[in-house]
Every structure is written in structure tokens, then in C-alpha cells.
């Protein structure tokens, strides 16, 4: 294709391309869609029987069922009919229990058909529930953080998927007063309700009236942050919000409005891409989703590969570390090619920066393959926007764009140490943090503006209405000795775009340093790089003289295209230990925790800028030479 080609891309309609912009005190300014929200549903809930009584034999929910030996077979499927039915017999079963937002349910398991139906049940009674991270009682040792969940929520009931999985968790900080649930197995020295017994309570009036006492400020679910150097947050999730945010999205994205949605997804539920975004819009729109228990890891990704080539969706989420492992897989597989990109209308990443390179060789893929290009939509939002706020503009979208505001919520744009912090107002928005009432006072402006912490700038300052760039987290800059502010975000996205495809994150180091440095989290592709062996060890591989070479070589190219001590990074160092859930570096999504990593590996930076750390990449063109 000539550089005066324009490409060609599948039909997608951008529901916002037009802005509100209007100037304020001290500086802020305000920006908003040009169109106004269109009425939404009150509750979650009445989307569930507008389509179990419109079509109560679509498929709502599918995922392959689960052998002996923990590989998958064929998919079951449970209609929108049927979960329905499942929805107000576990919700009578929650009744009889007397939870409420006092004594919520807490869901330690994957996503899974019994956690699905349970959160429905959840829903349809009027009972908070909260899906919690399985790395905090599968991953951690010390089940700090579970343990700080169950405080900050004081369940009444627990479920888990899997006695097995998650019984010594359980054992560690499940009070014996709690009565809790199992779908498989036994817990050691406890008894335990099985799943299937309260999807077989008769389901009475009671239910169905508790279900039409709820509204738009019933509390759905409670979602913990990630948390960074401090314990997460309960973000309180409403019926309203959640509602307000599946209709800025139809908005926004009008292909959910065009044909009942089939996604192919693995997105973890006690996030809000997975649990509210995903699952909101398949309920919302009639939808269907096929559970992947695939994962963007060496070990997961051939089941995501699996389902792709059998399942074709209409529209495909996933994070930057998904995508670059399907971009590389449909170079050499006809099948995923072929499925994937039969009917899909629309892939959409988040979570993190995607690197041009991935997105380039996506588009080179379906353009081969189908002649035209999928739009790679994106945007911004976190989980106590719902997490929808931002939106793109149009297909030309390049890495770090994110468009403009949904209907319905307006932005502040605030100076903030020479960046500018985008703060979010609207329907979608949270109340604030459960039990956190000095948390949630500190969250807010003095308007009301939730203040998210997130910097953004104009794409093009002459053109409003292209809508604005990610330019990092405002927490995450720091100043160097000489007071030069480090913009870790875009240099951040700079250094993975140059590594790719061996960097997974990067996290960059120097406060009040003289200079940047930086450490470099590789992917697994760096072992065939390394030219070693499946024995050799981690250490082995990144020490090896082609993968130092190759890094090398990306440390060179950066230094030579920075312009000054801000952007420049002096030293480097390729780290062998992944980041820890435990101490809040990495979220379930992969996405890394710059603060956290650098408060728990201090030591390390420290060495790493005395000179004294061993196999740190230097740029050549330095005084020190290749090595400290």
C-alpha cells in the first residue's frame, strides 16, 4: 500500500466525533460529547427479563465443561431462560439468609457458569456481591489481601468454586460464624453448603418482590482496586451506574446495537473490563458470551487460540499481551485467521499501552487475509467510571489515542504540574469506596469531579474534536536532581515499542536521581531468542550474549532518540523476578504498578544506579562504555 493510500477498514460507526469545550477558573476546562445520554434501564436486571422473555432460548453464557484430567471438552450453555430461573432460586436462597449490603456475598473463583449465575442471583435479590481476585487466595502466601477484602466486607456468605483450589485460603480467613459455599470438592474440618442446593431452592413471590425493590442506587457489587502502595479500595458499584454506562456505550460504540453482541472472552470478573464492561454488555444488549479459560501467558494461550478458531466473535477484547500473541499466532494459523476475522466488527484493547509494532502487524494480517482492516478501538476509564468514559473517534487510531467523552459524562481538564489530570463527572461515576468514607472525601473535587490521577493531551490542539492521548499516570512522574520532570507514561510506551516483542512493562527509575534508568520486565519470546536450550534457567536466558545484544541494541536506539536527561534512559537492567501480586505490583490483567515495584525493589534500583548491579545495559555512546 502507498504512504497516499488511505486503508481500507471494515464498516464501523463512531457514535461521538463531535465536543462541548468551555473554559473555567484557574486554568481548568470542561469537555464534553456533543449529544446528550438517552434514557437506560434502572437496574441490570431488567435487561435479564426483557431478553429471557424475548428470547428465552439464546444462549446467554457458554464454557467448555471440565474433564477429570483438567482438560476441556465441548461447550455447555445455559439460556437466557434458564438463568433466570437460576437467578431467582439462588436469589430466594440469599433471602432466606438475610444478606444484604451488611453481609454481602463474597465469589473467591474464576469466571465460571455457577459464579455467573450466583452474581445473578445476587442481582435479581438485591444482595451485594463481590468477585475477588483468585490471586489472593491461589497466588499469595500470606492472604494479606484477601483477609483485607473479607474485613472491609464482612460477608455472610462465601463461595468457591473449588474446595481444592481455594480450601486453604478458606482455612486462613474465613471466620467459622461464615457460612460458606462449594460447587466441587470438601473443605478439610468444615462443613460446607454445595452450590447445587441453593440452585434448587424453590424460588417464591419474595424474590421476585425484592427484585422490584430495587433502583438505580441498589448496590450491585463491590470491585477491590489493584492497589499500589496501599491496601485496595471497595469501589461501591450501583444498578444506576452500571446501567448509565452500558447505554454510553451503545452510544459510543453503536455495533452493540446492531446485532445481539457474541464475545470470546477471558477477561477476569473481579476487574471491571471483565465483570462490568464484557458481562454488562452481553446482558444489556442480548449478547452472548463463550467463557475462555485461555490466558495471554505461554501456558494459557494455546485455549484462547483453541476457542478463536471454533468461536467467531462480533467484537474481541483483550489486553496488549493478548493481542501480541494472537498477532504473531494468525501469521502461521489459517484456522484462527479464517474464525477470527469472519465476522468481527470491532477488537478493542485496554489495561495498557499496545505498541505500534502489534497493531502494524495486525492490520498486515487482515489485510492479507480479509483485504480490509478491524478497526482496533480504545479508550479510557477505570473502575469507578464503570468503567466506559472515553472513547475513540475514528478508525485512525494510533497507540496512546483515546478519543473524546461519552454522553453523559463531562471532563475536567486540570493543570497539574505541567501535565494536565483528567477528573470524570457523570451518571456512570461511584458513589465512592465502601466503608472509606475519608477515601471517598479525598477522591472528589470541590465540583464533584471524581479526580483520577490519569494525564491526558489534545491529539491535535488545532482539532478538538480528534479528542485526546493518554500522557501517563500524574503519581507516576517524578523529578530528577536537577528538577527536570520524567514523563513515565509516553517514555514508558517508548521503550516497549522499541523492545517488541521481548518487553512486556517497563518500570523507570531515577527520583531525585541525576539520571533515568529503567527495568525491563522481558516476555517469554526472549528464550528463543537466547538461542538455549528448555532447561536453561531465567537468569540464563537474559544473560545470555544474544539477548544482552539485542538489548543492547534497543538501549542504543532509545538513547539516540532522546533529547535530554528526561527522556533518556542512562542504564538498564533486565529483570528476572516478575512482578509480584502479593506486594501489588502486577494486577490479574498483567498491568504493572510502577510505585509498587519501585518501593519493594529499592535495593535493587539503588544498586542498579551505584554501578554495582551486575549485566546493566549502558548506552554505547556514554563515557562509562558498554558496563559499569
Not at 489534545?458 to 517524578?478: P, S, T
Amino acid at each position: 500500500m502507498s504512504e497516499t493510500t488511505q486503508p481500507r477498514y471494515r464498516p464501523l460507526t463512531f457514535g461521538v466525533t463531535r465536543v462541548l469545550l468551555r473554559e473555567g477558573a484557574n486554568g481548568a476546562r470542561y469537555l464534553q460529547a456533543d449529544q446528550a445520554l438517552s434514557d437506560y434501564a434502572l437496574r441490570m436486571t431488567d435487561r435479564l427479563l426483557y431478553w429471557a422473555q424475548a428470547v428465552p432460548g439464546r444462549t446467554f453464557i457458554a464454557r467448555r465443561e471440565r474433564q477429570a484430567d483438567g482438560s476441556t471438552g465441548d461447550w455447555r450453555h445455559i439460556s437466557y431462560g434458564e438463568a433466570l430461573a437460576s437467578a431467582r432460586s439462588i436469589g430466594q436462597a440469599l433471602l432466606d439468609r438475610g444478606l444484604n449490603a451488611e453481609r454481602p456475598v463474597a465469589i473467591l473463583s474464576e469466571n465460571s457458569l455457577e459464579h455467573a449465575l450466583l452474581a445473578l442471583g445476587c442481582l435479581y435479590a438485591g444482595v451485594p456481591y463481590c468477585p475477588v481476585s483468585p490471586a489472593y487466595s491461589t497466588v499469595s502466601q500470606d492472604y494479606d489481601k484477601l483477609r483485607h477484602v473479607l474485613n472491609t466486607l464482612t460477608p455472610g456468605l462465601v463461595f468457591a468454586s473449588d474446595a481444592a483450589r481455594y480450601g486453604r485460603a478458606i482455612a486462613a480467613t474465613v471466620g467459622a460464624d461464615v457460612e460458606v459455599a462449594v460447587h466441587s470438592g470438601t473443605l478439610e474440618g468444615r462443613s460446607a453448603t454445595a452450590f447445587a442446593s441453593l440452585l434448587a431452592t424453590p424460588a417464591t413471590s419474595a424474590v421476585d418482590a425484592a427484585m422490584q425493590a430495587t433502583g438505580p442506587d441498589t448496590i450491585t457489587k463491590f470491585l477491590f482496586t489493584s492497589g499500589s502502595t496501599k491496601l485496595p479500595k471497595a469501589v461501591i458499584n450501583t444498578h444506576g451506574m452500571w446501567c448509565a454506562n452500558q447505554q454510553q456505550m451503545r452510544q459510543s460504540m453503536p455495533v452493540l446495537t446492531e446485532e445481539p453482541p457474541v464475545l470470546v472472552d477471558w477477561l477476569p470478573w473481579n476487574h471491571t473490563f471483565g465483570g462490568n464492561h464484557n458481562v454488562g454488555l452481553t446482558i444489556y444488549n442480548g449478547g452472548t458470551l463463550y467463557i475462555d479459560d485461555g490466558k495471554p501467558t505461554p501456558a494459557l494461550m494455546g485455549e484462547t487460540l483453541r476457542n478463536l478458531r471454533e468461536i467467531a466473535p462480533t467484537v474481541y477484547f483483550n489486553v496488549p499481551t493478548g493481542f501480541e500473541a494472537i498477532a504473531h499466532a494468525m501469521k502461521s494459523d489459517a484456522q484462527l485467521r479464517q474464525t477470527l476475522l469472519s465476522r468481527v466488527k470491532m477488537f478493542f484493547y485496554s489495561g495498557a499501552a499496545l505498541a505500534q509494532p502489534i497493531w502494524d502487524s495486525l492490520h498486515q494480517t487482515q489485510e492479507a487475509e480479509v483485504g480490509e482492516r478491524i478497526v482496533m478501538g480504545t479508550g479510557l476509564g477505570m473502575t469507578e467510571s464503570a468503567p466506559f468514559a472515553i472513547f475513540v473517534t475514528s478508525p485512525n487510531v494510533k497507540a496512546g489515542d483515546i478519543g473524546v467523552p461519552s454522553p453523559g459524562i463531562e471532563l475536567k481538564l486540570v493543570p497539574v504540574d505541567g501535565k494536565t489530570e483528567v477528573r470524570y463527572r457523570g451518571p456512570n461515576i461511584t458513589p465512592g469506596y465502601w466503608r472509606s468514607p475519608e477515601a471517598t472525601k479525598e477522591a472528589f473535587d470541590e465540583e464533584g469531579f471524581f479526580a483520577t490521577g490519569d494525564a491526558v493531551r489534545w491529539i491535535d490542539e488545532q482539532d478538538i474534536h480528534q479528542g485526546l492521548k493518554f500522557d501517563g499516570r500524574i503519581a507516576e512522574d517524578f523529578k530528577l536532581a536537577t528538577g527536570t520532570f520524567v514523563s513515565v507514561g509516553p517514555m514508558r510506551a517508548k521503550i516497549i515499542a522499541a523492545g517488541a516483542p521481548y518487553i512486556q512493562d517497563a518500570v523507570l527509575t531515577g527520583i531525585n536521581l541525576k539520571e533515568v534508568g529503567a527495568l525491563l520486565f522481558p516476555t517469554a519470546a526472549c528464550r528463543a531468542l537466547s538461542g538455549l536450550g528448555a532447561d536453561a534457567t531465567l537468569p540464563q536466558v537474559l544473560e545470555s550474549a544474544p539477548v544482552q545484544a539485542h538489548f543492547q541494541k534497543v538501549v542504543n536506539q532509545l538513547a539516540a532518540a532522546a533529547t535530554g536527561s528526561a527522556n533518556r534512559i542512562a542504564r538498564a537492567h533486565l529483570m528476572a523476578e516478575p512482578p509480584s501480586i502479593d506486594k501489588g505490583e502486577v494486577t490479574d490483567k498483567g498491568s504493572i504498578n510502577q510505585r509498587a515495584v519501585l518501593k519493594h525493589r529499592e535495593a535493587l534500583v539503588n544498586a542498579l544506579h551505584g554501578g554495582t548491579l551486575p549485566f546493566t545495559l549502558i548506552p554505547q555512546d556514554t563515557p562509562q562504555g558498554n558496563k559499569p
